[in-house]
Structure formats: structure tokens, C-alpha cells
């Protein structure tokens, strides 16, 4: 990387976040000056959106070539205190707290204190979500059987496909005129709200075309008094790129590249969505702007890498938004899951890769950021030779890119009753999770901790961390005679909690869907305009919402034990070993370590616990896929944790498996840590006995040596592994290249370690930064060595 | 079709023979070679091992699981008496932290084959399938004749490992079902062959011999151990008997390491290299020149 990239870079990763009260401020003044009663949500979210593009500090750093930041400089971290309204105490746990902290000056609490706390406290969407929740919700909740996305950040979950390097602002307005005028006012009663609605996108349309307007004046302002010929020439380009996007399609590479970042500021600044707004498959929406600028010497190579390397940084300089709390917990990371997609197929079925795929490749590896995480789509029809080049990067040891398969993404949306086309340009985005880009919402609405719910069936439906009966009573376990009346107590805790998260998301959707509309968002996914209907109330053509199930590994060996033990070899009674369990095994290290050792573990291709694995993943499928969401669309499962492993782990007692009291739970679909003992390739068939497709998402993790893959012929090894996991319609596969000894010492000395990143669950991150329960799960994971 | 004993079935192997493998382990083997990191290979029948570290200090499962009641604890370890023990392997059944652990069982073909052919379609994928090694794989002949048949029937690529050491009967019998040999050679000199591997080394060579005129599908493998055969002089012989005997398919160069070490005392068993190091990559370099000048095909494995 050349001088300007590394200094930029630098300054990237070396910046402490911190929060920044500009939106907050901003926010507050728009909402105390309006108070029109007529006005309508959507209208008045969109005229707070343009008043904060209108005002806020506009930020174009020293060598910067693509511009424009969320806060009023990098690594300054906004709040959305019309979501959650941040205490002073908040603030202090932020500032103070060891592992992903934000500093908060005094001026930033004074601010607070003064201003947002007085303004927003009792209208917050958070509040209103916990007012709305009924006692059994709030008693899952806090039992942690599940988490709840949405009482921090907004729901988002999109990615953008290629319609911007198409269509201009311009156009997107002249999409709004149309849809208004096809508006029916004798056959539609939704008129007026659809009126409103679009009228809400217009007004977000300008606010971006005059943010991009700010940006160019501020470059002209800089140009005129920049005395280097050669930065001066860029402020000018820069001037001239932010007069012509977004209002405009873009003409070139660059241009491409800074509308696609002034479109992500707008749905960062708009709300804080969850994860992974995205410019999604970025070698395929480049490359013609790339073969252009090639072909009439307008770019060259260099030229296109260092623009990506200025990209790059620019996500890197975004924070995720601060989390407290549970939420905090469950996705303890700075990381915001932009996962840029590289490769797969076209729209019409043939293989993707071009040279721009290998290009980013080089950037990625050159970049080594946490942000933007980035993954390869390999298809059937991938060429070797990227799977290859993307191993390579891999085995540098950061845990990017990550891999997927493209075949069982394209099925897995097939499955879902979307188009074929719309499947083959779609991915995976945020952790794993499978999507159709541009057209889709498809909302994480919270995890859901099987290994508690089965606690909870061992007890009757008592939690015994607490002694408070929150599940239904489906039994004592002890009179149980089999291990099918075990099994269907358990399927029926599972409905129950079910149950109860649905009717909780039913409730939340509405009220984003009513009084947080994303007019901006909206108006970047397919079919919001033409539908004229906001992307929290349905507008996307597909939408999906999921729950996350966690602790695979952990409730198939619990259950698998259980079987073993109590119902086949009869040596130990349900009695006996529920009073292990209840005592964390002290006095009984013997017994726990039948249960580690000499017990069927799942992650062995050992049809005893795989079948069990089969029944869980069956049961938890049949209580969520398919039901209704508020949005029109339908409830799907995924399976994967982000952090969230370590947080239920803290909230469930002893397991069956040998696993003590308030460890992490297994995370993803990964076998429990250390369980696994004949190899990577015996996991793999283990982890294929779910149905992926069946699935939105499935995370697997594998820790390899490095000297495993030293040599050609040992990545050339790994990749055979690879696609044999896909061809078994594996969904997503992804590694750590480092030693448990590598880890231990960076434990020990973390200021030798900083820049130590590793694969957590679907992202990377620095190890160091990492809470020690993590860190210490990490360690644990089985480590695939050769022999 | 007869049982045979088998210390190792290991899955995912990518060092013994092309692409993503599982080796299964023969338990038995002719020679005693100082360096082998196998040593739980070496004799022919099965063996309870101890893992000192892992013994819980107040278990006593074994001593009163065994029915021969071999076992006594009165420290912290328990001790077996070799005269009661028939290695029936109660004990390690009970063990709960795998302290004790049972080498070698008895197997049917039928078995060892529904183990190997779980990983299918990864030898489909990368060109791979089966190795047997050991041990001595062709101490166990009908075993071993059997599964070969066996994997042929299921269309796997077979790989035998072999330090040579058998009537060449058992070649001929088992030829036609190996798609390539992983022949190991050591020393030339028979002699110095006895004195670290306790057997002279002249049915090694003559075997050799013969089996390269009947198939060039062979990969000679030569341990690298430093000052017990990595002098100039043996290293030249070896590579003028080599391009003596015909085409083979190529000469693997395996570097001597010390991961073995561990397993010695695990089974009662002295190791007597402590001094040998593992050679650097520049003298893998220089081995492998003497072979590259003598125009052989030679690559240095890991």
C-alpha cells in the first residue's frame, strides 16, 4: 500500500472510539422544533433525516479520496436516542467498561444530561418495547432462553444489489412520481399512507443529493486553499464526484465507489440498523466501471486498488453503535458486519469471478481490517485457482474471507419461494445469514438458547438459576420411562417459548412499523416505491424473519448423554445425574468426565448423537418455519451466535454433556469445543446431517494448525475438504489458522498481541479485545493438526 | 474373512499417499527402529497404555472392574501385574479420563471398511481413499488381502505402507489390489540396518528388487535421522540401489521428529534417540540433492 493508504490506514485502526452527541443534538433540536400533530411519522422521520444531512459537520480528511463520515470525524460514534436514550450511567459503562469501550467526554455527558436525557426519557423506542412486553416475555427474557434485536437498534438486515451503479437520485424520484400517480384512491384504502410514504422517500431523496452537494463545496473550499498541484487536483475531483452522485448514475470506478458511501452513510445516519447494510457482491457491480476505466485509460490497476484501499478504511472508521446490556452480550463487538461477497454466479447461472474478484482479494489481504468483513462465494463452477488465492488469505490467520457456498444459498432461497434470477444475485450477509440483495428484508429478530429450554424441561418447567417456574410443566423427568417422553417435554418448552418470542416480535415489528419508519432505507429496496409502502411495514418484495437457534452442539450431546446413560446403559438414574447437575459435579469429577469421555459427543459422524442432532434441529424447525410475520412474510430458522454463546452460557447451569455450570454454550453449528476428535473431515459429515437448505444460515468454525496448511498441497487439502462440504450442501465454512499456544500467549502478554485477529463466530476480530470467557472458548475449540 | 488387530483408524491423513486419506494402523511390526514414533505399533497384540496425567487420584473404577483383579492402586496411579493382565480392557471400558486406554482391538474387515468408507465422498473429491500402514500391514497378510479386496470392491484407492519386511509371497498376493507402495528404506548397509532397527536389512532390498520389476507404482520413503543415516555415504548408496532396481515412481524424504517421544513411557517402553534433533530445511535440502544429482525424482514430505 502506498504512503496515503498506510497513513489513513493508521489513523483507522489506531483511533479510539468514542461518542460523538452530534446526532443525538441535531435529532433533539429537529423533534422540539416540529411538533405539526398532523404530520405523519414517515414525513416527519424524513425531514429529521434531511435536517441532520442539512447540519452536520461535513469531515474530508488529509489524503482522503473517498469522503464524507457518519459522525463528525472517523471512529466518532453517533446515538439514536429516539431508539434507546442512553443514562448517564449508560455512558459511564461505555467509557469505562474493559472490552469494547467508547470514551464519553464531560461535554458529551453535559450535553446529555442537559439536552437528550430530558428530551427523550419515556418516548424511546426501547421504553416502549418493555411496556409493551408481557410478564412471561420479560420472565423468558431475563431468564435468557432468548434475546431481542430490536430494543437497541432498528431492523434492518439488507444488503444493496447493483441498482445505484444503474440509476441516479434523479431517477429514484422520478420512480416516486410514478408510483404516486399509479396510486388507485377508489380501489385503495391505503392511499393517504402511501401518499405520505412517498412522500417521505422524495424528501430523503434531496437530503442525500444535498449532503453529497456539502461535501463538494467543502472539497472546492479545501481546494482553493490547498497549495500541493497534485492534492489540490483531487479536492477538485472529489468536488466534481460529489456534484454528480448520487443525484446522478456514476460515470467511473471512483464514482461508483463514493456513491455507493454516501448511500451507506444514509442508512447509518438514517437509524442503526442492524447489521451489514453492504454494498453485498461489489466484484460484480465494479467490474464494468474496472474494464471501463481499463479500456479508455482512464484507470489503471493501482489506480482501482488504492481507491478500494480507501474504501476499506472508510468502514473501518465506522464503528458498530453503542450496545448496552444484554444486546451488548450477545454481539460484544466494535465489528458492524458489512460482509462484502465476492464471486459466485451471475444472474443467468455462470460462474462470477472476474479479475476485479482477485483484485479485492489483494486488498483484503493488504488491509487486514476487522472492517468490512468479506467473504467467496464458491459454486460448483468457481475455478480452483480463487478458492485457492482466498485460502491464502485465510491462512495469513485472520478469519477472512469466509466461505460459502453458493449452490446451497440458491437453494436455500428457492426453498423459500423466491426467483431464481433474484437467488443468483443475492448472498450472505452479517454473520452468515442468506439473502436475496436490494429485494429483501430479512430481520434477525433475536438467538434462542435450546440448551436453557432443555434446563428448564429437566425442571419442570422451573429455571433453577432462579427458582421462578417461567416454561410449562410438562412432567418431572424422573418418572419418565423413555427417552421419547424426554424428547416430546422438550419439543413442547421449545413451542412454548416460541410462543411467547413471536408475540413479543409482533408486537415490536408493528411499533417500528408505525412510529420508526425508514423512509431512506425504503427507498433503496425493491419493491418500497413501487408498493409505496416503508421497509418496516412490508415494501420489500421478500420478507423474512428469523429466529437464531444456538448451543447445537451443547443440546445435542446433553440430550445424547441423557439417552446414553439414563435410558439405554441405565448407569446412572435421571435422579442421580440432575443432582450432579444441580451441584456443578463438585464432589463428582468421576462422573463428568464419563460424561466428556465416555459418551457419544455429536461432531464425530457418530450416528448415535447425530440423530439426535436431527430431532433437535427438526423440532426447532417445525415450531418457527413457516409461521406468519407482520410484515407479510414468513418466520425462518438460522443457526449461528455471534457472542451471544458466551451470554447464555452465563445464564444456564450445568449441562448433561459434562459442560459446567455458566461455560459458553457450542457456537453455531460447530461441534461442542474439544468434543470433536476425529478430525475435520468426520465434523464435516456430523454438521451436514442438518439440513442447510432447509436453513437461512448455518455457521461452522474450524480451528486448524498453520503448519496443517504450510505447504500447497495441504491448502490444496483444505480446499478438497471445502467443497466436500458443500457438495454435502454445507452451507458456510470458516477457519482459524492459529495455535492454542499463539493464544495462550497473547492471553498472557496482550500488548505483544494487538494486532492478533481471529475468527469469533461470523466475524473476526482482535483477540485482545475479546472478553476472557471468549477468548478462553476460543482456546478450547478443537485444534486440527496433522500427524 | 479373517479379523485382524488394529491400533489406529485416522481419519483426514494427507501425508500418507495422494489426497485426503484415512490410514488404518496394523498393530504388529518385524523391526525395532529407534526413531519409530508409532512405538504402540510395535507389538502384535493388544496393550492397556497409562496416561499418568489424566488418572483421577481417588478413582478406582479399574481395580474394581478388572476380573482378573490385576489392578492395584495405593498411590495415586495404578499399577497393573503383567502375569494376571490378559488385556481383556474392562479397565479402560470404566476409565473415565481415558487414563487407561486399550491399543490395538480385534477387528472384522467388514468394520474396518464401514469406518473407511464414511469419508468417501472427501476421497471422491480430492483423489484420495485408503492407506493401511502400521506397524507392519503385511504381518497381518489375510487381514490385510481381505481389505484390499474389500476397498477394491468399493472403487477406493489403496495404499499400502510397508517397511518391507515380509515374505514376498504376501506382495504377490496383494499386488493386484495396491495402486501404490509407500516402500520405506532406511540404510543400505546391513549392519548398521541391524543396529538400529534390530533386523539385517536383506530381505528389505531384495524384496524391493522384485517389486520394482513387477510395478513401477512405488514411492520409496527414507526417514531423514540425522547421524544415524543421513551420511553421504549411505545417502549415495541408497540412491545408486534405487536407480538400480528400475522405474519407481518417486523418493520421499520424511524428516525425522521428536512427536512420538511422549508415547514411549505410555507403554513401558525406553526411548533411546534423545539426542537426535530434527534436521533444518537447509540439511532436507542437502539430502535431497544427493538423490536430485543422481537424476531421481525426490520431494521432501512433511
Not at chain 1, 489483494?362 to 459454486?379: A, H, K
Not at chain 1, 488465492?389 to 490467520?397: E, F, S, V, Y
Not at chain 1, 500467549?745 to 472478553?771: C, M, N, T, W
Request: hydrophobic share 35%; charged share 25%.
Amino acid at each position: 500500500m502506498n504512503e496515503r493508504i498506510r497513513r489513513l490506514r493508521e489513523q483507522s485502526v489506531n483511533t479510539k472510539p468514542y461518542i460523538s452527541p452530534e446526532r443525538a443534538l441535531l435529532l433533539t433540536q429537529f423533534y422540539q422544533q416540529t411538533n405539526d400533530p398532523t404530520m405523519s411519522p414517515a414525513v416527519k422521520r424524513a425531514l429529521a433525516f434531511r435536517y441532520l444531512l442539512e447540519n452536520k459537520e461535513i469531515w474530508i480528511g488529509e489524503g482522503e479520496l473517498i469522503v464524507g463520515e457518519r459522525g463528525p470525524a472517523p471512529k466518532a460514534t453517533p446515538t439514536y436516542p429516539e431508539v434507546t436514550c442512553h443514562s448517564l450511567q449508560d455512558l459511564e459503562i461505555l467509557n469505562s467498561r474493559p472490552k469494547t469501550p467508547f470514551i464519553v467526554d464531560e461535554k458529551t455527558k453535559k450535553v446529555y444530561q442537559e439536552v437528550i436525557i430530558p428530551f427523550w426519557r419515556g418516548k424511546t423506542i426501547r421504553e416502549k418495547i418493555f411496556t409493551e412486553m408481557s410478564a412471561e416475555w420479560k420472565d423468558a427474557y431475563e431468564a435468557g432462553i432468548f434475546t431481542e434485536f430490536m430494543e437497541q437498534r432498528a431492523p434492518g438486515h439488507t444488503v444493496l444489489d447493483d441498482k445505484i451503479y444503474r440509476k441516479g437520485f434523479k431517477d429514484f424520484k422520478r420512480e416516486i412520481e410514478e408510483s404516486r400517480r399509479r396510486l388507485d384512491p377508489f380501489h385503495d384504502p391505503e392511499v393517504l399512507q402511501k401518499k405520505e410514504e412517498l412522500k417521505a422517500m422524495e424528501i430523503v431523496a434531496d437530503a442525500l443529493v444535498i449532503y453529497a452537494h456539502r461535501h463538494a463545496a467543502k472539497a472546492r473550499e479545501l481546494a482553493s486553499k490547498e497549495k500541493d498541484p497534485q492534492r489540490k487536483a483531487e479536492l477538485e475531483r472529489i468536488a466534481e464526484v460529489c456534484t454528480h452522485v448520487p443525484e446522478n448514475p456514476p460515470r467511473d470506478f471512483w464514482e461508483a465507489l463514493q456513491y455507493y458511501w454516501f448511500v451507506h452513510l444514509g442508512v447509518i445516519t438514517e437509524l442503526n440498523t442492524w447489521d451489514s447494510f453492504n454494498p453485498g457482491r461489489l466484484d460484480q457491480h465494479l467490474y464494468p466501471f474496472y474494464r471501463k476505466g481499463l479500456e479508455d485509460g482512464s484507470l489503471t490497476e493501482e489506480k482501482a486498488r488504492e481507491l478500494l484501499q480507501a474504501f476499506w478504511i472508510k468502514f473501518n472508521n465506522q464503528p458498530a453503535p453503542p450496545k448496552v446490556g444484554v444486546t451488548a452480550e450477545e454481539s460484544a463487538t466494535y465489528t458492524d458486519f458489512c460482509l462484502i461477497n465476492l464471486g459466485g454466479v451471475k444472474p443467468d447461472g455462470s460462474d462470477a469471478v472476474n479479475e476485479l474478484s482477485f483484485l479485492i482479494l489483494d486488498v483484503i489481504e493488504e488491509m487486514r481490517l476487522v472492517q468490512p468483513s468479506s467473504m467467496v462465494q464458491i459454486s460448483k463452477k468457481t475455478p480452483d485457482e480463487f478458492l485457492l488465492r482466498a485460502l491464502k488469505i485465510l491462512k495469513t490467520g485472520f478469519g477472512q474471507p469466509s466461505i460459502f457456498n453458493t449452490d446451497a444459498i440458491i437453494q436455500e432461497m428457492l426453498r423459500q419461494g423466491k426467483s431464481l434470477e433474484d437467488a443468483r444475485s443475492g448472498g450472505a450477509s452479517g454473520c452468515v445469514e442468506a439473502g436475496i440483495f436490494g429485494k429483501e428484508a430479512y430481520i434477525l429478530t433475536g438467538y434462542f438458547n435450546l440448551p436453557k429450554v432443555l434446563e428448564i424441561t429437566l425442571h419442570n418447567g422451573v429455571d433453577p438459576e432462579t427458582g421462578k417456574k417461567i416454561g410449562l410443566e410438562t412432567g418431572d423427568p424422573r418418572r419418565f420411562t423413555t427417552f421419547d417422553e424426554l424428547i416430546t417435554a422438550f419439543q413442547k418448552q421449545v413451542q412454548h417459548f416460541v410462543d411467547i418470542k413471536i408475540c413479543g416480535n409482533n408486537i415490536i415489528e408493528r411499533i417500528y412499523a408505525e412510529y420508526l419508519p425508514a423512509p431512506f432505507l425504503s427507498l433503496l429496496i425493491d419493491d418500497c416505491i413501487a408498493k409505496g409502502k416503508d421497509y418496516h411495514a412490508g415494501g420489500a418484495r421478500y420478507n423474512t424473519s428469523y429466529i437464531q437457534g444456538v448451543g447445537m452442539g451443547t443440546i445435542t450431546d446433553s440430550l445424547a448423554s441423557l439417552r446414553f446413560h439414563v435410558f439405554d446403559k441405565k448407569d446412572i438414574s435421571m435422579d442421580e445425574l440432575l443432582a450432579l447437575l444441580a451441584k456443578d459435579f463438585e464432589g463428582n469429577e468421576e462422573w463428568r468426565q464419563i460424561l466428556v469421555n465416555k459418551t457419544p459427543k455429536y461432531g464425530n459422524d457418530d450416528e448415535y448423537a447425530d440423530s439426535i442432532l436431527r430431532q433437535v434441529f427438526e423440532i426447532y424447525y417445525q415450531a418457527i418455519n413457516g409461521r406468519p410475520t407482520l410484515k407479510g412474510g414468513t418466520y425462518r430458522v438460522n443457526l449461528l451466535p455471534t457472542t451471544v454463546h458466551v451470554y447464555f452460557g452465563k445464564k444456564t447451569g450445568a449441562t448433561a454433556d459434562g459442560r459446567k455450570a455458566h461455560e459458553p454454550l457450542s457456537e453455531g453449528v460447530s461441534p461442542v469445543q474439544g468434543a470433536d476428535r476425529k478430525g475435520p473431515t468426520a465434523v464435516i459429515k456430523s454438521v451436514a446431517k442438518i439440513d442447510h437448505l432447509r436453513t437461512g444460515g448455518t455457521l461452522l468454525n474450524q480451528k486448524f494448525t498453520p503448519q496443517l496448511l504450510a505447504s500447497e498441497e495441504g491448502l490444496r487439502n483444505l480446499a478438497r475438504l471445502i467443497r466436500t462440504y458443500f457438495r454435502l450442501d454445507g452451507h458456510h465454512i470458516q477457519l482459524n489458522v492459529v495455535t492454542a499456544e499463539t493464544l495462550r500467549e497473547a492471553q498472557k502478554h496482550p500488548e505483544k498481541y494487538r494486532d492478533l485477529i481471529v475468527r469469533v463466530a461470523g466475524f473476526s476480530d482482535y483477540f485482545v479485545d475479546l472478553s476472557e470467557p471468549l477468548q478462553n472458548e476460543i482456546i478450547r475449540r478443537t485444534e486440527h493438526q496433522s500427524f | 474373512m479373517t479379523d485382524g488387530i488394529v491400533f489406529d483408524i485416522k481419519r483426514y491423513a494427507l501425508h500418507d499417499g495422494p489426497g485426503i486419506r484415512t490410514t488404518v494402523f496394523f498393530k504388529g511390526c518385524p523391526l525395532r527402529c529407534l526413531w519409530c514414533h508409532n512405538p504402540e505399533g510395535q507389538r502384535p497384540g493388544p496393550e492397556i497404555i497409562l496416561r499418568p496425567q489424566r488418572c483421577l487420584e481417588n478413582c478406582h473404577r479399574c481395580v474394581e472392574a478388572c476380573p482378573k483383579l490385576a489392578i492395584t492402586k495405593t498411590g495415586p496411579l495404578p499399577h497393573i501385574n503383567p502375569a494376571l493382565c490378559d488385556c481383556c480392557g474392562v479397565c479402560a471400558e470404566v476409565c473415565p479420563t481415558e487414563a487407561l486406554e486399550m491399543v490395538g482391538r480385534k477387528m472384522k474387515p467388514e468394520e474396518v471398511m464401514a469406518e473407511v468408507m464414511k469419508d468417501f465422498p472427501f476421497y471422491e473429491e480430492s483423489g484420495g481413499g485408503v492407506t493401511f500402514s502400521g506397524g507392519e500391514p503385511l504381518l497381518q497378510p489375510d487381514f490385510l488381502e481381505s481389505l484390499l479386496i474389500l476397498a477394491k470392491k468399493n472403487n477406493l484407492h489403496t495404499v499400502v505402507d510397508t517397511s518391507g519386511q515380509a515374505s514376498f509371497s504376501v506382495f504377490l498376493r496383494i499386488l493386484p489390489y495396491v495402486d501404490l507402495f509407500l516402500y520405506d528404506l532406511k540404510l543400505i548397509d546391513p549392519e548398521r540396518h541391524r543396529s538400529v532397527t534390530g533386523q539385517r536389512n536383506d530381505l528389505i532390498l531384495e524384496n524391493l528388487k522384485k517389486l520394482a520389476s513387477l510395478t513401477d507404482k512405488i514411492v520409496v520413503r527414507i526417514p531423514v535421522i540425522p547421524t544415524i543415516n543421513d551420511d553421504e555415504a549411505n545417502l549415495r548408496q541408497m540412491a545408486a540401489f534405487i536407480k538400480s532396481i528400475g522405474r519407481v515412481a518417486g523418493i520421499e524424504l520424511l524428516p525425522y521428529h521428536e512427536l512420538g517421544k511422549d508415547k514411549y513411557a505410555r507403554v513401558g517402553m525406553e526411548y533411546k534417540l534423545t539426542t537426535v534433533t530434527k534436521p533444518s530445511p537447509e540439511e532436507m535440502e542437502r539430502v535431497a540433492s544427493i538423490f536430485r544429482e543422481a537424476n531421481l525424482n525426490v520431494s521432501i514430505g512433511g
